[in-house]
């Protein structure tokens, strides 16, 4: 049944987590596919819009409406079926499933009574010794499974796994006409440049962008383009705007006991060169994350009164930055901290004075750490849109290659003081990819904000890195289309937007604009 009501104006509907409050008409509720493709062709037919939603864990506006109708996809939430094939098992899941259900279900073998997508696949994976899981980790757990294939999201665990687009075999979509297309990866390509879909009328000659695609940084700039391209990844990373995932089929990886480590460091340089030198020690982390002296701050000053730290210790007072990995919890665990060990020294750190667990209570006080510092600055912003309600959250998702990290890092310190700009950087270090948090106290600070972050994504595109690595490009982040492939950059994208849909009744303001 798709379910219909009106939208109130402060409903929690038209914001997600960048904080701008967007307007709509009603809200459209499917508990199906079928759902769906009534919603979609009714919009056909009307014309009127529709911004397709998961659960609004975005950060660039994609879920935000701009007019029209919104349709959520948070009823169709359920795990249906197992698979294998020749990569490994797969589980057939709904778009509304978050990655932390996904991963809860795992772990309680939830997958025992589903049916077998493929002939005995869920005997074959309920009869495994190792459990597996969802490997894919983009920091917000709470995010759905069909929302991070439409923005191709990522995060720490990219640093060993790769974006979620890799880890999609299969996805089910209905496109602007209502009709529906399902596709399994391998069975539709372009030929060069050039896909045929099919629509209900008849294929249609899809003529992909002409730029590079950047695949040697994270990068969410744009859709994916490149010769011979996987009919998959249209929709891996198109936000939406041709056309809404109804069902996906995700690959599983094995599963290995970790311990979580939280390493010191005197001062920020200190963090950054161990983090590089880190990559060639022979040892592979799970993940790689940065916490300069401003996080740390913000940290000791969060917990005074955050109920969230009360079973933390205290940060140490020569601690200047961190950093946070995972390691494999196996016999080579001494092997791997004795080639760690000299390497930490040398940059000031200790390994006798940091922080390890590998019990689950441990490892979560260690990510409720990790996530506390942009949690605490979405807060803090929520706070401030009483006073300022045009205020948003500025943070960068910017990446370079590794070997151009240091100049970038000098940049972000140049530029944000020379505006006069307080920040903080954290997060995936090891990718090339820290986030830059602007703590903005007013607008004026909102303007300064906006100026610095082009001059930095000038920067960051010229150091042969992306201005969006990981979160999109959404509403907000449209400018930064041009700046990575120019005016025929967007011309190619709007194009394709066209041929898709027509009307523009998909996401409409996603990443490039009618």
């Known amino acids: 049944m798709l379910h219909i009501r009106e939208i109130e104006p402060d409903s929690p509907y038209l914001i997600d987590e960048c904080k701008i409050r967007g ?26 819009p529709l911004t397709v939603q998961g659960m609004r ?7 935000v409406p701009e007019g029209g109708d919104v349709l959520t996809t948070e009823r169709m939430d359920r795990v249906t079926g197992v698979g294998h094939d020749k990569r490994g098992y797969f589980l057939r899941v709904q778009p509304g499933v978050t990655v932390r259900q996904l991963n809860e279900f795992m772990r309680k073998k939830g997958y025992a009574v589903l049916p077998s997508v493929t002939p005995g696949a869920t005997e074959a994976l309920t009869s495994e010794n190792e459990p597996f899981f969802y490997p894919v980790d983009p920091t917000e757990l709470n995010g759905s499974i069909g929302g991070n294939i439409a923005t191709n999201a990522s995060g720490p665990r990219t640093f060993k796994y790769g974006p979620t687009r890799d880890w999609v075999r299969r996805v089910r979509v209905v496109l602007s006409d209502g009709s529906v297309l399902d596709l399994v990866r391998g069975q539709l390509q372009a030929a060069g440049r050039r896909l045929t879909v099919p629509f209900a009328d008849g294929p249609r000659e899809v003529q992909l962008p002409s730029y590079q695609y950047n695949r040697q940084v994270k990068n969410t700039a744009g859709m994916l383009t490149e010769d011979n391209m996987d009919a998959v990844d249209l929709f891996a990373g198109s936000e939406g705007i041709f056309g809404i995932i109804t069902e996906a089929d995700v690959w599983l990886a094995p599963a290995h ?60 007072d020569y601690a200047g930055s961190a950093l946070f990995f995972d390691l494999l919890y196996g016999p080579d665990l001494p092997v791997q901290y004795a080639k760690l060990a ?41 706070r401030l849109k009483g006073t300022s309600p045009g205020i948003h959250k500025m943070g960068t998702d910017m990446s370079v290659p590794l070997d151009r990290l240091d100049e970038m890092m000098a940049a972000y310190d140049e ?23 602007i703590v903005l106290k007013n607008m004026d600070d909102l303007v300064e904000a906006k100026k610095a972050y082009t001059e930095l994504a000038e920067r960051v595109i010229a150091l042969g890195g992306s201005p969006s690595a990981e979160h999109g490009i959404g509403k907000l982040k449209t400018d930064y289309i041009r700046l990575m492939y ?26 490039v604009v009618r």
């Open 415 to 437: 530029v944000l003081k020379r505006h006069g700009l307080e920040y903080v950087i954290f997060g995936h270090i090891g990718n090339g990819h820290p986030h830059v948090e």
């Open 57 to 63: 864990t975005g950060m660039c506006g994609g879920g």
């Open 342 to 382: 000299p390497l930490i020294a040398a940059h000031g750190g200790s390994l006798d004075r940091s922080w390890c667990g590998y019990e689950l209570k441990d490892r979560e006080r260690f990510f409720a750490f990790r996530h506390s510092v942009p949690q605490t600055i979405f807060e803090y912003v929520a």
């Open 257 to 316: 006991p970790l311990i979580s480590n939280i390493v010191f460091f005197p001062g920020d340089r200190d963090a950054y060169a161990f983090a590089r030198d880190f990559q060639n020690c022979g040892v592979m982390p799970e993940f790689l994350e940065f916490f300069d002296s401003g996080s740390l701050n913000l940290i000791r000053a969060s917990r005074k009164d955050d109920p969230r730290f009360t079973d933390m210790p205290d940060l140490p």
């Open 486 to 511: 120019g005016e025929k950059g967007v011309a190619d994208i709007r194009k394709v937007k066209e041929t898709m849909d027509p009307q523009w009744i998909l996401s409409p303001g996603n990443m």
């Open 23 to 48: 307007y709509g008409s009603r809200l459209l509720v499917p508990d199906s596919e079928a759902d769906v493709v009534a919603a979609v062709k009714q919009a056909a037919t009307s014309g009127v």
